[in-house]
């Protein structure tokens, strides 16, 4: 599976982008999908997962009401709606792909990363 994230860019705080993650591969829908995001200096982070089909997913407190992520694999495609954005949301995103969805949190169980989408809020 490849993937390739896009929709970045740069916002002011209060505002809103919609983040894309488009896939390769007929296999996409037998994949899980996390978000994650790396700001400057900082360890990449979780930020949401949606298992295969879409019936569960999971969020980061921090972005939680916030950010909702749905897929369409019809289109190989996973979004995140990011709304109501904050400066600390300022971080290059990237979406990557997994064969299971126990221990979503952790990049380790991811087999297929995107290439990242940079986010910048302003205040």
């Known amino acids: 599976v490849q993937l390739q994230a ?4 740069l916002v002011q705080a209060g505002g809103s982008l919609r ?5 390769s591969g007929r296999t996409f829908s037998s994949y899980a999908i ?6 400057p200096g900082k360890e990449r982070e979780f930020v949401a997962h949606i298992n295969w089909s879409g019936s ?11 950010f909702t992520i749905s897929r ?3 289109k190989n495609t996973v979004y995140l ?3 109501s954005l904050k400066p600390e949301d300022t ?8 064969g299971y969805s126990r ?13 990242g989408t940079l986010v910048t809020v302003s205040s």
């Open 6 to 9: 896009s929709g970045g860019g």
């Open 19 to 23: 983040l894309s993650c488009a896939a």
């Open 34 to 39: 996390g978000w994650f995001r790396q700001a």
């Open 56 to 66: 569960v997913t999971h969020y980061a407190d921090s972005v939680k009401g916030r």
């Open 72 to 74: 369409d694999n019809a």
């Open 81 to 83: 709606q990011m709304n």
């Open 91 to 98: 971080a290059v995103y990237y979406c990557a792909a997994s």
């Open 103 to 115: 221990n979503y949190y952790y990049t380790s169980v991811y087999d297929y990363w995107g290439q």
